[in-house]
Every structure is written in C-alpha cells, then in structure tokens.
C-alpha cells in the first residue's frame, strides 16, 4: 500500500485528525471569545467544530470504503 499515502494515514490516524481538527476550531473560537470577542464567536466555532467533525468521520469511512473496495489484498 505504499503507492497511495494519504489513503494509508487517513484510515490509521483518520479519527484522531477528526478530534484534533474539532478540538483546534472550538479552541480558536473561544479564544477569540475569551480575548475580547464576542460571545457569538465561541458558539460558531463549537458549532462549526462539531460539523466539521462529522463531515471528517464520514470522509474517514468513505476512505475505508474505497479501500476495502478498490485496493487489491
């Protein structure tokens, strides 16, 4: 499987990128909030957080899938 990387490295690490990504956007949220921002900043980030963390779960199976269904064993 060393012709295709980034296949490889999303279906390892694909959930813990999916959390560290999560993590980084509500962080940098309520920092913004925190620092003299508006509390509104917070509440799009989570929110922005939890989206994007879905839609990187499903990238991550969808990566499964095609591997599993396209890659020879």
Same mark, same amino acid.
């Given at each position: 499987?060393?012709?295709?990387?980034?296949?490889?490295?999303? /279906?390892?690490?694909?959930? !813990?990128? #999916? =959390? $560290?990504?999560?993590? &980084?956007? %509500?962080?940098?949220?309520?920092?913004?909030?925190? /620092?003299?921002?508006?509390? !509104?900043? #917070? =509440? $799009?980030?989570?929110? &922005?957080? %939890?989206?994007?963390?879905?839609?990187?779960?499903?990238?991550?199976?969808?990566?499964?899938?095609?591997?599993?269904?396209?890659?020879?064993?």
């Amino acid at each position: 499987m060393s012709e295709y990387p980034m296949l490889h490295l999303l /279906s390892q690490w694909g959930k !813990l990128i #999916a =959390v $560290a990504m999560a993590l &980084a956007i %509500a962080g940098a949220g309520i920092w913004v909030a925190a /620092s003299g921002g508006s509390f !509104l900043w #917070a =509440v $799009a980030a989570v929110g &922005a957080a %939890a989206v994007g963390y879905g839609l990187m779960l499903s990238y991550v199976e969808l990566v499964k899938l095609i591997m599993d269904m396209l890659l020879p064993k």
